[in-house]
Nanobody, 127 residues
Framework: QVQLVESGGGLVQAGGSLRLSCAAS????????MGWFRQAPGKEREFVAA????????YYADSVKGRFTISRDNAKNTVFLQMNSLKPEDTAVYYC????????????????????WGQGTQVAVSS
């Protein structure tokens, strides 16, 4: 059983930056493809970014491409989401997710394929 704990959320002005972290415990972190999702009030959860086990493959939603960067540190069992040039429409609860994968280069964008989820961290961007 993998436990995921997000941190780093907060209130920021438009154009600012935040770095989210997701610390994993209870499993072999390097065996998991990782992803970030978000859910705004009244909206469905949506994909933000994903990274493969092998580090070298990443995938982003069009809405965040060029502004957000996902990375991982297997030695620290942590995945990060660097968010720059934030916009009010980025306001949401951000969740990290872990998917046990044999394929080291797979990136996972479908939420139903993820095995484990964190509790979320709130990001609010003011205009």
């Amino acid at each position: 059983q993998v436990q995921l704990v997000e941190s780093g959320g907060g209130l920021v002005q438009a154009g600012g930056s935040l770095r989210l972290s997701c610390a994993a415990s209870g499993g072999t972190f390097s065996n998991y493809a990782m992803g970030w999702f978000r859910q705004a009030p009244g909206k469905e959860r949506e994909f933000v970014a994903a990274i493969s086990r092998s580090f070298d493959r990443t995938y982003y939603a069009d809405s965040v491409k060029g502004r957000f960067t996902i990375s991982r540190d297997n030695a620290k069992n942590t995945v990060f989401l660097q968010m720059n040039s934030l916009k009010p429409e980025d306001t949401a609860v951000y969740y990290c997710a872990a998917d046990l994968r044999w394929d080291r280069r797979a990136v996972v964008v479908v939420p139903n394929e993820y095995n484990y989820w964190g509790q979320g961290t709130q990001v609010a961007v003011s205009s």
